[in-house]
């Protein structure tokens, strides 16, 4: 393997503009794939709990005892 001067030596600066557009970007990146990540995880759960309600029997509402009256 070769050496090469960019191994050796620190590449130049890189600008502040330069800087911020790749924290932006990767900033934006970053939310994007959590934003699917939540919806795909929300459509999950709803599948699971359309499915587990469907095969769930119906359950009757129990009847309200008339409370007794105080003396």
Same mark, same amino acid.
């Given at each position: 393997? +070769?050496?090469?001067?960019?191994?050796?030596?620190?590449?130049? !600066?890189?600008?502040?503009?330069?800087?911020?557009?790749?924290?932006?970007?990767?900033?934006? %990146?970053?939310? /994007?794939?959590?934003?699917? $990540?939540?919806? +795909?995880?929300? %459509? $999950?759960? $709803?599948?699971? !709990?359309?499915?587990?309600?469907?095969?769930?029997?119906?359950?009757?509402?129990?009847?309200?005892?008339?409370?007794? /009256? /105080?003396?």
């Amino acid at each position: 393997m +070769t050496t090469t001067k960019d191994q050796l030596f620190k590449p130049g !600066r890189v600008s502040a503009t330069d800087k911020l557009a790749t924290t932006d970007k990767v900033a934006r %990146e970053i939310i /994007a794939e959590e934003a699917t $990540r939540l919806v +795909t995880k929300t %459509e $999950r759960l $709803r599948r699971l !709990r359309i499915e587990r309600e469907a095969a769930a029997p119906e359950e009757k509402p129990k009847k309200a005892r008339a409370k007794k /009256a /105080a003396k």
